[in-house]
């Protein structure tokens, strides 16, 4: 097998689709977490010939994608990122943000800090439908931790520190932030990693079955649009691979698996959604679907960034915790409405600068067609050479926290009807006045970890905001001013009964035939946590349904 190019594995499938046989009974398009899931268990059954499509890489080319402690360096990898942009946000300054998330195989699971959370059962409570309560997914997330093998990582002195911080702030040690009951909990989260391995849902589900001759997988594969006939059922997905055209014939069914940004697009591409956009781009009408690409919810976050007087000794983000915030909410008394990470800068800090200084500095306009990028990504680089900046990089740490439960809801709309072009993506952020509250009270909740005896004998100079934004109104500047995205992109092709519902319980997209959704976009309420594991669960139950509907 040769070292490099779009396809991942040679196999007899691969072989008859080459010769133009491309007629699977599944096709599965995009190989992020959920993807991944999807395509390796469907492809345990050998009668069924499975083809996965991704548009980004084979992670082998991109070693550092497999690695545990990989992954500051695939976050600053733009062949591993969409680099997108957000609509100017009112509830931001009027500030356009870097929307991005991973491509290649394991998507965002390949370049995220493999923070392994389920979310609460009060989270998947929200989604109304009894198939996806805390007891129906369970089982799912536990199948999958037994492949992935997930852990927590030792404590060191400051993790610590910060937990009985957070205890005397008001929060209690959860020794399993997985139970599916978190209020109020802060402690060691899961990770999905064993030794110096990334365990993704590339790694888990896909990579040790590429060998299987009932399995595709083809990268570099650039879908353009859903094929459906008359009757409105899905005959095949249309895409590009090697410079040629292709369409792939579809004997069951397709699984949508492109994410909360992408998924909604390719449908809109092939005329599934909202009528008055699809007229609008000359997009043929298929089936006027109006929830499409509405709903769109993101997790937006702020750091408070304190100075301590040693070094901080951990590496990874390894501490999180769960509590609410406003109590003003109208969320149910169990369901936490913010999220708190405490966040070591070395363990990424220089990173984080070079992805994201210039999307701040550089308009979006810009962004592509010109080298100020790369050239504000050098000058990052350098300017972290010198020992004295390393030596205050060690001493730092945040308190990041995040707005887990938002009432804001964006959308995702086509740009065009080229499927090479990013949707218009507006997340909304803080449209909904009780956003802001909520993130007030979250940044004070934070404040008195840091304020805590235990942090304040480690260290806990405020850097950022400062002390000076101690009133209500400065720490709404403060979080207006730096807000940005946790990369929790959600709800676009949402679950659910009503008229704006794009899938039903079984993820079947409603007025079709043969067409499935199974990613973060089904989701009709974002978890308080993030998205990684339980969009492996989606996968992996996607899979389920599709094998019982193909059952006699």
Known sequence: ????????????????????????????????????????????????????????DRAEQHPETLRADGYKDAFINDALMFERFSVPQPGCRGRPLFMGSGRGMGGSGSINAM???????????????????????????????????????????????????????????????NDGDFLGGLGYEWMNYRDDERRNAYVGFLKPHLDRPNLVVLTGAAVQRLVFDERR?????????????????????????????????????SGVGPRAQLVAHGVPTVLDLPGVG?????????????????????????????????????????????????????????????????????????????????????GVSLAFKPGFVRSIVRRLYGLVVILGKPRSRGSV??????????????????????????MIAGVERARRIADADPLKDYGNRELLPGRWTSSKAATA????????TTYHYAGTCAMGRGPDAVVDAQLRVRGVTGLRVADASIMPVVPVSALNAPSMMIGHRVADLLRQAAAP
């Open 1 to 56: 097998m040769p070292e490099r190019g779009p396809v991942i594995k040679s196999a007899p499938a691969m072989t008859q689709a080459r010769a133009g046989n491309f007629e699977f009974d599944y096709v599965i398009i995009g190989g992020g977490s959920s993807g991944c899931v999807a395509a390796g268990q469907l492809s345990a059954d050998p009668q069924a010939r499975v083809l996965l499509l991704e548009l980004g």
């Open 477 to 484: 500047a403060f979080i207006r001013s730096m807000a940005m």
């Open 115 to 177: 923070v392994y959370l389920r979310g609460s059962a009060a989270d998947f409570r929200a989604w109304d439908e009894p198939e996806w309560s805390w007891s129906a997914v369970e089982p799912a997330f536990a199948a999958i931790e037994r492949t992935l093998d997930v852990r927590r990582r030792p404590p060191t002195e400051f993790t610590e520190a910060a937990i009985t911080a957070a205890e005397h702030a008001g929060f209690h040690r959860q020794h399993d932030l």
């Open 233 to 269: 059922r899905l005959s095949g997905v249309e895409f590009i691979h090697e410079g040629a055209r292709h369409t792939a014939r579809v004997r069951r069914e397709a699984v949508l698996c492109a994410g909360a940004l992408e998924s909604p697009k390719l449908l809109m591409l």
């Open 413 to 438: 709309r086509l740009a065009s009807a080229r499927a090479d072009d990013h949707p218009i993506v507006d997340p909304a952020y803080f449209a909904d006045p009780e956003d802001m509250d909520t």
């Open 294 to 378: 509405a709903n769109f919810q993101d997790h937006p976050n702020v750091t408070l960034f304190h100075l301590a007087r040693r070094d901080v000794d951990c590496f990874y983000p390894q501490v999180y915790g769960f509590h609410r915030a406003n109590p003003a909410s109208e969320l149910p008394p169990d369901q936490a409405d913010t999220c708190y990470v405490v966040y070591p800068a070395r363990s990424s800090f220089r990173e984080a600068f070079m992805r994201m200084l210039p999307a701040l500095m550089v308009p979006p306009a810009l962004y592509h067609r010109t080298r100020l990028p790369r050239l504000v990504r050098a």
